[in-house]
């Protein structure tokens, strides 16, 4: 009796031990001698058990930095849209003016120079008519003074995606449906000229990223990072306006060769990482893991497994319940 209850204390307390990630991190020395015992279950046991494989492909990975965000309130920029817009239908309007008061203007002077009208009524008309020719003058210094300020705070992309007429590229945002982010860079990095996409995520777990698209370099940066700043968009969801976000951004350096897991796969048990791998259609091994890097849906890991190998996905945890009772001592039932 005995040993099945200390079977049934280490089964169960396994899933109280907490979890904790961490980039390249070393648990145990790869070179030590580990005793690893292999689990056999036919194939009717693993199809019961809900056991499942993944067949892994090799995969490249940069190294990465962190930086900050947040999700930036649009409503200056659609303020400036507005006025802007007001703007045109002005223009609009005292161009109709301008052309009609011109034509006026023509009419009134060849009566007068006939003799049909009035000097007076003349020079009313030529006042109208250079009147209404400044007002539209007017109207075009404000329209492109609107566009010099939406430029100077929102940089030239945005700028265009606000004020042009026919562009739909605002839309989204004004669904919530995406949001404008803006990430700032450590003062001593540089946003690498290939970089269209990145990860980023508000809870800071590196797992949970999700990608933001490039826009365009942001025309201010933060008072605190003084890094260089940029644009970027992500889908909408969960994004409120004013999170602080931490973004992932890729180094200008060699790719790393390895394997990419999925977050299923990997387990913890007496604080060491591992995996369980299908050596053959019904053994399995546990592999410790010494670096691993979590990335977006997953692990990236440089070493310890190879491409080709079958790496349980579903079903770890009874694997690692039948390790742990094979380890138990034999001992007499009293």
Not at 90 to 96: D, L, T, V
Not at 203 to 225: L, M, N, Y
């Amino acid at each position: 009796m005995k040993k099945w209850l200390l079977a049934y204390y280490l089964i169960f307390n396994f899933n109280l031990i907490p979890y904790a990630f961490a980039e390249d991190e070393s648990h145990e020395d790869p070179k030590s001698p580990t005793r690893q015992l292999t689990i056999k279950l036919d194939t009717d046991t693993q199809k019961s058990s809900g056991i499942e494989t993944l067949t892994l492909e090799a995969t490249r990975h940069n190294t990465e930095f962190t930086a900050h965000g947040k999700v930036i309130n649009l409503q200056p920029l659609l303020a400036l849209r507005n006025r802007y817009l007001q703007t045109l239908t002005e223009q609009s309007s005292a161009k109709a003016r301008f052309k009609q008061s011109e034509q006026s203007f023509i009419r009134q002077e060849d009566l007068y120079l006939h003799g049909a009208s009035s000097k007076r009524s003349f020079q009313e008309q030529q006042a109208l008519w250079e009147a209404n020719k400044a007002q539209a003058e007017a109207t075009d210094f404000q329209g492109k003074a609107v566009i010099d300020e939406t430029r100077l705070l929102w940089g030239k992309e945005l700028s265009d995606w606000a004020l042009s007429s026919n562009s739909n590229k605002l839309n989204p945002f004004l669904t919530n449906k995406k949001k404008l982010i803006q990430i700032t860079l450590p003062s001593n990095k540089h946003l690498p000229e290939s970089i269209k996409t990145l990860f980023i995520e508000a809870s800071g777990d590196r797992s949970k990223a999700h990608k933001a698209e490039f826009i365009s370099p942001a025309t201010q940066t933060e008072t605190v990072a003084q890094g260089e700043s940029y644009y970027f968009q992500v889908e909408g969801k969960n994004m409120l306006t004013g999170m602080n976000l931490t973004a992932w951004i890729p180094e200008q350096v060699e790719q790393r060769n390895g394997v990419t897991i999925p977050k299923s796969a990997l387990l913890w048990h007496l604080d060491q990482a591992f995996v369980y791998i299908q050596v053959n259609e019904d053994t399995f091994m546990r592999r410790t893991l010494a670096m691993y890097t979590p990335i977006a849906g997953g692990y990236f890991v440089p070493t310890a497994i190879k491409p080709g190998e079958h790496i349980v996905t579903k079903g770890a945890q009874m694997l690692l319940s039948e390790e742990l009772k094979k380890q138990i001592p034999a001992e007499d039932d009293d």
